[in-house]
C-alpha cells in the first residue's frame, strides 16, 4: 500500500531536491537521445541514403539497453561532476523509468517516450532503505538528513517501508511511502446485499436503493477564479518572478479541484460499501467518452477515478465489487426485462409490459444488479442473499442455472 504525508523541507533541502530532480531530468534525456540515435541509424534503407543526414554508426552497435546504461553511468560521473551529486540508486530509477516506458511502447503500445522540459520531473524515487526512514515526526533522506513530516495516520504494525517517492505539486511537496506485509490476502467473495450504481451527469450516481447523490461539479464551481487566474498568467512575462508566483497559484487552484474531488469519490465509496455487500458497476471505457462533446464535464465528474476508488475500498473492507455490460442499461425494465425505448430527455422509467414506474436512474442501477447477480450465478457461486432496501425477504440464486435462461429477464425467474 501507498501512505501519502505532507513533507516540509527547508530551504537548503528545497533547492537540493529541485537540483536532483533536473539532474534525473537530464540523464532521462540522454539516455532517450541514445534510444532515439540508435532506432534513426536503422531507418534507412540498405541500397539508399536519406537525403537530409545520415546517422555513421555501426551496424553492429547493441542497443542501449537498460544495464548498459546503468553501467555507463559511473564513468559519466567522472566526465559529469554534477550527476554524483545525487544518490546513485535515486539517479538509477531515472534510468529505470525511462525503459518502463520504453517497454510500455514496445510491448504494449503506448506512444514513443518524449524528451522532459524544463520542470516537468516532478518527483524522485528512492527505492530501498536499510532501516525505517520514518523516526518520530521527520522521514530521514539520503544527504538530505530530517525533513518535517506531516504523520497524519501512523504506519500500522507489522508493515515495513520498502520506498519512499518525493513528489512536488504545486510548489507543495509529499512522501508516497510504500509500505509492505508478507500476508496473503484473500479476495472477497460474493455475498450479502447487492448494489448496482448508475453514473451520470445530472446526477453524481444512483443506486439500485433509490439513493440518488447530485453532481457537485467541482470544476464549474472554481471555473470563474480559475478563468480570473489564468487571465493575470497571460499577462506576466514569461520566466519572470511574477509570472512563476502567479504560476503557482494556478497550480494550486488545480490542486485544490483535484484534492477535492478524490476526497468526494474516497467518502462515496465508502457510503457504498455502508450501504452493500456487493457493488457493480458498469464496464465502461471513460476516456473515449471524454473525448465527446460532454469531454469537460465528463473529465470534471472522474468517473474512471472513482471506479478506481470504489474498486480499492471494496478491496480493503472485504466488500465484492464486479463490472457488468454497459450495454442497453437504460432501455431495459429491471422488473419484466422487457425493452423500454427512451431517449436522455425522459427522465422516468415507465414500463407499459409490467406496469413499472421509477426514475430513469435508479431503473438503470437496478438492471446494473440484476446483470451483476446473473453474472455471479453463471460463475457457479451459491449462497448469495438479496436483501432489498425495502424490506423484502432475501432470496438465493439457484445453483442449477440452465444456460437458456441467459435472455432479457431471466435473472428474475433464476431467482428463488
Not at 533541502?13 to 540515435?37: H, P, T
Amino acid at each position: 500500500m501507498n501512505y501519502r504525508y505532507r513533507i516540509y523541507p527547508n530551504i537548503t533541502q528545497e533547492q537540493s531536491l529541485f537540483e536532483w530532480m533536473d539532474v534525473c531530468r537530464v540523464a532521462y534525456n540522454y539516455g532517450l537521445r541514445e534510444i532515439k540515435d540508435w532506432c534513426n541509424s536503422r531507418k534507412c534503407m540498405v541500397d539508399r541514403c536519406s537525403i537530409v543526414h545520415e546517422y555513421i554508426m555501426a551496424a553492429e552497435g547493441p542497443f542501449p539497453s537498460e544495464v548498459k546504461q546503468l553501467n555507463a553511468l559511473p564513468f559519466a560521473k567522472k566526465v559529469f561532476p554534477r550527476l554524483g551529486e545525487v544518490p546513485s540508486q535515486v539517479l538509477q530509477q531515472a534510468i529505470k523509468q525511462l525503459h518502463r516506458a520504453w517497454d510500455g511502447f514496445q510491448k504494449v503500445g503506448h506512444g514513443f517516450p518524449r524528451f522532459k522540459k524544463f520542470g516537468q520531473f516532478k518527483s524522485l524515487l528512492f527505492p530501498q532503505f536499510k532501516q525505517n526512514p520514518v523516526q518520530g515526526l521527520h522521514i530521514a533522506l539520503p544527504k538530505l538528513g530530517l525533513i518535517p513530516i506531516n504523520l497524519h495516520r501512523p504506519i500500522p504494525s507489522g508493515f515495513m517501508v520498502k520506498q519512499v517517492r518525493i513528489i512536488n505539486k504545486a510548489d507543495i511537496w509529499y512522501a508516497d511511502i510504500n509500505i509492505q506485509c508478507d500476508v496473503k490476502v484473500p479476495n472477497p467473495m460474493p455475498h450479502g446485499h447487492p448494489i448496482g450504481v448508475d453514473v451520470g451527469l445530472t446526477k453524481f450516481l444512483a443506486t439500485s436503493d433509490g439513493v440518488v447523490v447530485k453532481s457537485p461539479q467541482f470544476l464549474k464551481v472554481m471555473q470563474s477564479k480559475l478563468k480570473l487566474l489564468q487571465r493575470r498568467l497571460s499577462r506576466k512575462k514569461k520566466r519572470s518572478k511574477n509570472y512563476e508566483k502567479q504560476r503557482i497559484k494556478v497550480a494550486r487552484l488545480h490542486h485544490k479541484i483535484d484534492n477535492t474531488r478524490k476526497d468526494f469519490h474516497f467518502k462515496q465509496a465508502h457510503i457504498l460499501c455502508d450501504a452493500g455487500d456487493m457493488v457493480f458497476m458498469e464496464d465502461l471505457d471513460y476516456r473515449t467518452l471524454a473525448k465527446a462533446m460532454l469531454g469537460k464535464q465528463m473529465l470534471d465528474a472522474g468517473f474512471g477515478q472513482f471506479r478506481t476508488i470504489t474498486k480499492y475500498v471494496c478491496c480493503q473492507r472485504g466488500k465484492f465489487f464486479g463490472e457488468v455490460s454497459a450495454r442497453g442499461t437504460s432501455q431495459e425494465c429491471p422488473e419484466c426485462g422487457a425493452e423500454v425505448k427512451k431517449d436522455l430527455s425522459i427522465r422516468v422509467h415507465h414500463c407499459q409490459n409490467c406496469g413499472y414506474l421509477t426514475d430513469r436512474d435508479v431503473a438503470s442501477g437496478q438492471v446494473i444488479r440484476n446483470r451483476g447477480i446473473e453474472l455471479i450465478s453463471t460463475a457457479g457461486h451459491v449462497g448469495i442473499q438479496n436483501a432489498y432496501a425495502d424490506g423484502l425477504p432475501g432470496v438465493e440464486i439457484s445453483q442449477s442455472r440452465s444456460k437458456s435462461k441467459t435472455r432479457k429477464g431471466a435473472t428474475r425467474k433464476s431467482l428463488k
